[in-house]
């Protein structure tokens, strides 16, 4: 089995701070340090779109455009865990967000990820 549950998300105000957090379990994610690590998020009435992503070591992040600078991926395979610390946020960044695994290589295409949680709500209010 394999299973990704995040959390930490809530509503904040514009400018706030929030950290989520997607904790890997199940067998499959035995081997959590080797997967390389995603979050994507979708905000109602668009497609779901690519935030960050984290190599299995824990190096050479990768950032969608709009959150460079304000969000930053961080992993502990000890807790197979990987976290999202968001900061500045904006109204904007309102959407579900998910993480994802994938032995396929680090990237920002959903297609390349093979696990996926449920997701978690971020609401920034204006």
């Known amino acids: 089995q394999a299973q990704l549950v995040e959390s930490g998300g809530g509503l904040v105000q514009a400018g706030g701070s929030l950290r989520l957090s997607c904790a890997a379990s199940?067998?499959?994610?035995?081997?959590?340090?080797?997967?390389?690590m995603g979050w994507f998020r979708q905000a109602p009435g668009k497609e779901r779109e690519f935030v960050a992503a984290?190599?299995?070591?824990?190096?050479?992040?990768l950032y969608a455009d709009s959150v460079k600078g304000r969000f930053l991926i961080s992993r502990d395979n000890a807790m197979n865990t990987v976290y999202l610390r968001m900061t500045s946020l904006e109204p904007e960044d309102t959407a579900v967000y998910y993480c994802?695994?994938?032995?396929?290589?680090?990237?920002?295409?959903?297609?390349?990820?093979?696990?996926w949680g449920q997701g978690t709500q971020v609401t920034v209010s204006s």
């Open positions: 984290i190599s299995w070591w824990g190096g050479s992040p």
């Open positions: 199940g067998r499959t994610f035995s081997t959590f340090s080797t997967y390389d």
């Open positions: 994802a695994a994938s032995r396929r290589g680090m990237t920002a295409n959903q297609a390349g990820y093979e696990y």
